[in-house]
């Protein structure tokens, strides 16, 4: 669990630190999903191979909440997908690191520029994992917001009704959607009895405390049952930088450099 912390340290200071590199990258959504990535990669949950991507029996990660997603670049460099080389061009010409990530990045399985696809993505690859006898998993990350979209509970409806058991959906439940808090646009709460009564089994924890979160997923992904599951993982939106936490439009903003360094240097996290 320590080393699970530090890598988590260190993939928070990386995400800043990509920032202040590239201004355009939604830096607050990328903060509350930093342990939920941390602990997927670091923490035996999620079967994969750096040096082949596309290795047939991986375990799937379905990212619908792609612009929350720069937090994952560090960790895949780290993992051996591409060069940690590539982070220091991030949006830049020529790299393929961009704001919005798609296919074109080693790791990344889907286009991820459009929310709300996540979950029907994910429910077509485990349906078929399961009919080719397969025995990996389909994890997906979104975003709260995402659920005011009807695609959204259209492929939860799916994976219960063809008992998708190889199916666990993570929502990183920052309660901030891109311009008011998620209460007031459209509150989709409680997220946990609402996928009981569509047939899922739901669990809840801290999404920062990496024993919680390493916890549930492992107890997720391993069950024997015939239905698909969510961990609604409780985050705070641009979790560990004051600027970014007391800002209901956080979504939106910058930070600019004086902001990041002393984040990063006061070890606010």
């Known amino acids: 669990m320590e080393n699970l ?8 200071s990386e995400t800043l630190r990509m920032h ?18 941390t602990t997927l990669y670091y923490g035996d949950l999620l079967k994969h ?8 029996g991986r375990d799937r990660l379905i990212v619908s909440k792609g612009h929350g997603s720069i937090c994952l670049f560090p960790i895949l460099a780290d993992r051996g997908y591409f060069d940690k080389a590539e982070l220091e061009r991030i949006c830049q010409e ?21 929310l709300g696809h996540g979950i029907g993505v994910a429910c077509g690859m485990a349906l078929g994992l399961k009919r080719k006898g397969s ?20 492929g939860i409806m799916f994976a219960s009704h063809h008992r998708l058991d190889n199916l666990t959906l993570i929502i990183d439940n920052n309660k901030l959607c ?12 409680p997220f946990d009895k609402r996928f009981e009564a569509f047939g899922w089994e739901a669990q809840r924890v801290d999404g920062h405390d990496i024993a919680a979160l390493h916890d549930a997923l492992s107890r997720l992904k391993q069950r024997s049952t015939s239905k698909p599951a969510v961990l609604i993982a409780d985050t705070v939106k641009g979790k560990g930088v004051p600027e970014l936490e007391s800002d209901t439009l956080c979504h939106i903003r910058t930070l600019n450099h004086e902001e990041i360094d002393r984040a ?6």
């Not at 997906?140 to 695609?151: H, K, N």
Request: charged share 25%; with cysteine; net charge negative.
């Open 20 to 37: 202040r590199l590239a201004p355009e990258t939604r830096v607050a959504s990328s903060l509350s999903a930093v342990e939920i990535f």
């Open 5 to 12: 912390k530090q890598k988590a340290r260190w993939v928070w």
């Open 49 to 56: 191979n750096g040096a082949e991507p596309r290795w047939e």
């Open 264 to 269: 990063i240097g006061g070890g606010v996290k």
């Open 94 to 114: 020529g790299s393929f690191l961009g704001g919005i990530p798609d296919t074109i990045i080693p790791g990344y399985e889907t286009i991820n520029g459009s």
């Open 178 to 189: 891109m311009l008011d808090r998620c209460e007031n646009v459209m509150t989709v709460e």
């Open 135 to 154: 025995s990996s998993h389909v994890f997906v990350v979104a975003g709260d917001g995402e659920f005011c979209e009807g695609s959204m509970w259209e």
